[in-house]
């Protein structure tokens, strides 16, 4: 990973945070300052400097980028999170606070449910300055940790070094194979030594999957088709506390659980639905309005930067620091359940 070592200087047309954020003072204050684990300034602004179209542009390499780095990070945090550097984080899983009945029994307008966080080993270096021994170690005790899992979790793990032509197409096909990261994270050093320590865990049911050494080391994932969001959400809690007997998570009482990017800090969390919306989607400023109410994003069918198809539209919460696990989930029903009530009444 080539690295630019001077004060970088941006095109005007560039939007992202880092460069709004990082000033020739700052830059000069933090470039000589390195982490416990080697970790410097220009690594984690490298990806926004070789991708102006960044939306964020700087990635941590561990816990301590955030302090050692923090005049930068405070600001771009801050500015996403609207949340300040005094601020506590708070943690909530418990599944019994979440107040969500099924709302679309016959499946009118839910097509699947999918909530998932990230997770990233404590005392050890996240992605973007992790070794080839330690990302090894954490897909080591990560399989582990997932193999002993039973019950309704009880499933396989696949490395992905090594894995034969026909587990690759099974997994392509139930689409829950990752490929190495795109430019922004390759830039961020996280597609080194690709494809190994790396792997995918899936339950039976394949309503449980785990990626391991992705963008963070775990992202756990629970998901199923319709709109049971109480049950998925309970899914996932419980093979959270499962890993957690195995494996320490890195959390701050400041940013909530660790990760490599700012924007995932706190509760780590996507909640999302597959919705069907063609009536409410043909006036996107109603739409946008129920979004914003409830903390809602708006999303294309095959996520971030895709378009709906048939007025299908991935719908999930915003707010990730600051708020519990419960509060996004509840968010993210509340507001789907505020979004059928304005398509049923648009059918009339």
Same mark, same amino acid.
């Given at each position: 990973?080539?690295?630019?070592?001077?004060?970088?200087?941006?095109?005007?047309?560039?939007?992202?945070?880092?460069?709004?954020?990082?000033?020739?003072?700052?830059?000069?204050?933090?470039?000589?300052?390195?982490?416990?684990?080697?970790?410097?300034?220009?690594?984690?602004?490298?990806?926004?400097?070789?991708?102006?179209?960044?939306?964020?542009?700087?990635?941590?390499?561990?816990?301590?980028?955030?302090?050692?780095?923090?005049?930068?990070?405070?600001?771009?945090?801050?500015?996403?999170?609207?949340?300040?550097?005094?601020?506590?984080?708070?943690?909530?899983?418990?599944?019994?606070?979440?107040?969500?009945?099924?709302?679309?029994?016959?499946?009118?307008?839910?097509?699947?449910?999918?909530?998932?966080?990230?997770?990233?080993?404590?005392?050890?270096?996240?992605?973007?300055?992790?070794?080839?021994?330690?990302?090894? +170690? !954490?897909?080591?005790?990560?399989?582990? =940790?997932?193999?002993? &899992? *039973?019950? @309704?979790?009880?499933? /396989? $793990?696949?490395?992905?070094?090594?894995?034969?032509?026909?587990?690759?197409?099974?997994?392509?096909?139930?689409?829950?194979?990752?490929?190495?990261?795109?430019?922004?994270?390759?830039?961020?050093?996280?597609?080194?030594?690709?494809?190994?320590?790396?792997?995918?865990?899936?339950?039976?049911?394949?309503?449980?999957?785990?990626?391991?050494?992705?963008?963070?080391?775990?992202?756990?994932?629970?998901?199923?088709?319709?709109?049971?969001?109480? +049950? !998925?959400?309970?899914?996932?809690?419980? =093979?959270?506390?499962? &890993? *957690?007997? @195995?494996?320490?998570? /890195? $959390?701050?009482?400041?940013?909530?659980?660790?990760?490599?990017?700012?924007?995932?800090?706190?509760?780590?969390?996507?909640?999302?639905?597959?919705?069907?919306?063609?009536?409410?989607?043909?006036?996107?400023?109603?739409?946008?309005?129920?979004?914003?109410?409830?903390?809602?994003?708006?999303?294309?069918?095959?996520?971030?930067?895709?378009?709906?198809?048939?007025?299908?539209?991935?719908?999930?919460?915003?707010?990730?620091?600051?708020?519990? +696990? !419960?509060?996004?989930?509840?968010?993210?029903?509340?507001?789907?359940?505020?979004?059928?009530?304005?398509?049923?009444?648009?059918?009339?």
């Amino acid at each position: 990973m080539s690295q630019i070592n001077e004060f970088p200087t941006f095109p005007e047309d560039c939007t992202s945070l880092l460069s709004k954020h990082l000033t020739k003072q700052m830059y000069e204050q933090l470039k000589s300052r390195q982490t416990s684990y080697g970790f410097t300034l220009q690594k984690a602004i490298n990806s926004g400097m070789k991708n102006f179209d960044s939306g964020i542009g700087v990635y941590a390499g561990d816990l301590e980028s955030y302090s050692s780095f923090a005049p930068l990070f405070d600001g771009i945090i801050k500015e996403y999170h609207g949340f300040d550097k005094d601020d506590l984080h708070q943690s909530n899983l418990n599944p019994d606070d979440l107040n969500a009945p099924n709302l679309d029994v016959d499946g009118e307008y839910i097509i699947s449910t999918r909530i998932r966080v990230g997770r990233n080993f404590a005392n050890m270096p996240l992605g973007s300055a992790i070794t080839k021994e330690q990302r090894d +170690e !954490v897909e080591q005790k990560t399989a582990q =940790a997932l193999n002993a &899992l *039973e019950g @309704k979790l009880k499933g /396989s $793990y696949y490395p992905i070094a090594g894995m034969s032509e026909e587990i690759s197409q099974k997994l392509i096909a139930d689409h829950f194979l990752f490929k190495a990261g795109d430019r922004f994270l390759q830039a961020a050093g996280l597609n080194e030594d690709w494809p190994y320590g790396r792997g995918i865990y899936h339950n039976d049911e394949k309503t449980f999957l785990v990626w391991v050494n992705e963008e963070d080391q775990l992202r756990i994932i629970s998901m199923q088709n319709g709109g049971d969001i109480k +049950e !998925v959400f309970t899914r996932l809690t419980t =093979a959270i506390k499962s &890993l *957690e007997e @195995k494996i320490e998570f /890195s $959390y701050s009482e400041h940013l909530g659980y660790i990760t490599s990017c700012p924007t995932n800090l706190g509760t780590a969390m996507r909640a999302s639905v597959h919705i069907k919306l063609p009536n409410l989607s043909k006036d996107m400023k109603a739409f946008e309005a129920i979004a914003d109410k409830y903390y809602l994003q708006i999303r294309g069918i095959h996520g971030e930067h895709s378009q709906s198809e048939g007025g299908i539209y991935d719908i999930s919460n915003k707010r990730r620091l600051g708020v519990t +696990e !419960v509060q996004c989930v509840q968010d993210m029903y509340d507001g789907v359940v505020a979004l059928i009530k304005a398509e049923k009444e648009l059918e009339k």
